[in-house]
């Protein structure tokens, strides 16, 4: 069931990538496996998945072990600064800046593992009060205070669109998302690329990677419907 999903999932982001005139290796699937078991992951790992999202600490510490070491664990979930520590050594990228504090913090547990972590600025692009994340008219201002901490790396920039059912809802917010980086790029910033544009989830990944999408987030069209329980 993973394999026939992935393999759907793959040739629509071919597909949507040769409509958009782009290359093959300019967009990465991160496939999200938040609340599913190890067995799930080996089972897509197995397929050639090596980018695995997950938005809580605990998944992560837990399954890390469990999985190949050529994994590469992209924290995309809202992060605690008090948590950070647990994850510092693990993750290949954290997705999920959206303050100075955990800016601060994430620095600060880098350097102590000796490690230069790649980040994403969190933009709360459709302006919506649920959701985490960089005003998009603040983020320029927040690249600039964060960008010369050690340990860190600015890369790019994130977002998770407004839920819809209609993908082209989003196709403005994901032009103002690569618009953002467009700007803050031309702005030279020392410390600071903005290379990589994470955005697209199941229902809007297409339309992500026609507007600049380098990693698409995917979980439910790969892996199924999620249960929570009380504990997640
Ligand atoms: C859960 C999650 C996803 C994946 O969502 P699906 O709709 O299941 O593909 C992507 N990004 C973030 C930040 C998530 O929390």
């Given amino acids: 069931m993973i394999k026939d ?3 759907e999932v793959e040739s629509n982001i071919s597909k949507a990538i040769a409509k958009a005139g782009r ?5 990465t699937l991160i496939a999200v496996s938040k609340t599913k078991p190890v067995e799930m992951l080996k089972e897509a790992y197995d397929c050639g998945i090596r980018d695995f999202g997950e938005n ?9 072990p469990a999985l190949p070491d050529d994994i590469r664990w992209h924290m995309i979930g809202h992060l605690q600064t008090n ?4 994850i510092a050594d693990k993750v290949y990228m954290i997705h999920s800046v959206e ?35 960089i005003k998009a008219s603040e983020c320029l201002e927040f690249v600039e205070r964060i960008h010369d901490l050690p340990g860190i790396k600015v890369n790019g ?34 410390n600071v690329s903005m290379d990589v544009l994470s955005m697209g989830m199941s229902g809007d990944y ?12 995917v979980g439910t069209n790969i892996f199924g419907i999620r249960q929570y329980n009380v504990n997640n």
């Fill in 83 to 86: 948590k950070v520590k647990y």
């Fill in 206 to 217: 297409e339309v992500a990677i026609e507007e600049g999408a380098t990693y698409v987030r």
């Fill in 157 to 190: 920039l994130m977002c998770v669109a407004p839920y819809t059912e209609n993908a082209e809802d989003n196709r403005k917010y994901f032009k103002l998302l690569k618009q953002i980086a467009i700007d803050i790029t031309n702005k030279n910033i020392d």
């Fill in 99 to 133: 303050s100075e504090k955990l800016a601060l913090e994430i620095s600060k547990r880098a350097v102590a593992v000796n490690r230069v972590i790649p980040v994403l600025i969190e933009v709360n692009i459709g302006d919506e009060e649920s959701k985490f994340g």
């Fill in 23 to 27: 290359k093959e290796s300019d967009v």
């Fill in 5 to 7: 999903n992935l393999k």
């Fill in 56 to 64: 809580k600490v605990q998944e992560i510490t837990e399954k890390y």
